[in-house]
C-alpha cells in the first residue's frame, strides 16, 4: 500500500522497520473536551476501566495476512509493538506528565507530542482527552454509538470529579490483561472490573454501564445512539460477523470484504 508521505510518518518508518510497515491498520479516535488539565488525569486513569467495553465492542479485525488470527482485535496488540504505542502511563497529575514529556523529548524519543501514540492520550492542542481503543468501525451507526458511549463516559467522569468524589482506578497489570482479553475474546471476554481483582462478563456488565449512562446521554442529547451500543451484541460485533461470513462463503475472504463495504454503505 502507498504510504501518506509526511516527515513524521517517514521518520516511524525509518526508526520502526519491519513492525512499522506492519501498520496497515484503522482505528477510530474520539476527542472529548475536558474544562480542566488537572482533571485529565484522573478521568483518564478512571476511564481504563471500561477500556475493554470500548475495544470489545468495536473489535474488527479478526483476520491478518489472509488468517483467522484467533483475536478479535488483531489491530489492538499489533499496534502496541510500536516503541510509543499501546496503554498509557497511569500518571498522578498534570505536572507528572509535562516531567514525562520533557523526558521523552530530550532523549529523543519524540520529537512532538503527536509522536506518543497511546490507546488514550491528552490531546493539549485541542483540550481533548483523545480516545483511541476503538477498532474501524463497520457501520455508521456502530460508529455513532461508540462515539457517545465515549462521549457518556467522560462527560460522566469529569462531572463526578467535579461534584468532589474520587475517582476510581485499576492497577497497570489488571489494565494490561483486560486489553489482551478483550482484544483475544471480544464480548465473550471475562473482564477485571476493580481494583479489587473482581470479575464479570463485559456484556453482564456493559448493561449496568448503559443504564447507569443514560441521564448523561439525554443531558447531552445523544440518548439514541448510546442506547444503539446494546445492539452491537444482539446483532453481532463486526469480528463475529466477519467470522459468520467467512464460514459461510467456505472461507472465501472477497465475501468478508464485500459484506464489509455493504455495511460502511448503509445509512
Given at each position: ?10 521518520e ?30 484522573p478521568?483518564?486513569?478512571?476511564l481504563l476501566?471500561?477500556y ?36 498509557p ?19 529523543g524519543?519524540?520529537?512532538?507530542l ?12 485541542w483540550g ?33 470529579l ?22 483475544r ?9 476493580d481494583a479489587?481483582?473482581n ?13 447507569r449512562?443514560?441521564?448523561?446521554a439525554?443531558?447531552?442529547g ?23 461470513v467467512?464460514?459461510e ?13 455493504t ?5
Open positions: 500500500q502507498v504510504l501518506t508521505r509526511s516527515p513524521s510518518y517517514d516511524l518508518i525509518a526508526r520502526t522497520q519491519w513492525w512499522g510497515r506492519q501498520m496497515l491498520i484503522w482505528g477510530v479516535h474520539v476527542h472529548v473536551g475536558v474544562s480542566s488539565q488537572d482533571k485529565v488525569f478521568i483518564l486513569n478512571s476501566l471500561q475493554p467495553h470500548l475495544l470489545a465492542l468495536s473489535a474488527s479485525s479478526p483476520i491478518w495476512a489472509g488468517n483467522d488470527t484467533g483475536y478479535a482485535s488483531n489491530r489492538a496488540l499489533m499496534f502496541q509493538q510500536l516503541p510509543t504505542a499501546g496503554l502511563f497511569q500518571f498522578e497529575d498534570w505536572a507528572q506528565f509535562e516531567g514525562f514529556v520533557r523526558d521523552q523529548m530530550k532523549t524519543v519524540i520529537e512532538q503527536g509522536g506518543m501514540h497511546w490507546d488514550i492520550r491528552p490531546a493539549p492542542k481533548t482527552i483523545e480516545v483511541r481503543v476503538c477498532d474501524g468501525a463497520s457501520t455508521k451507526r456502530e460508529l455513532a454509538a461508540l462515539v457517545a458511549l465515549t462521549h457518556c463516559l467522560i462527560v460522566d467522569l469529569d462531572e463526578r467535579e461534584a468532589g468524589e474520587t475517582l476510581p482506578s485499576m492497577p497497570p497489570w489488571h489494565v494490561q490483561e483486560n486489553k489482551w482479553r478483550a482484544a475474546y471480544g464480548l465473550d471476554a471475562e473482564i477485571i472490573l479489587s481483582s470479575e464479570r462478563l463485559v456484556t453482564d456488565d456493559l448493561n449496568d454501564l448503559l443504564e449512562l443514560t441521564p448523561t439525554i443531558r447531552l445523544c440518548a439514541d445512539e448510546l442506547a444503539s451500543v446494546a445492539d452491537i451484541p444482539r446483532r453481532g460485533a463486526s469480528y463475529q460477523r466477519q467470522r459468520r467467512a464460514s462463503s467456505g472461507g472465501d475472504l472477497r465475501a468478508v470484504v464485500e459484506s464489509l463495504v455495511d460502511l454503505q448503509q445509512p
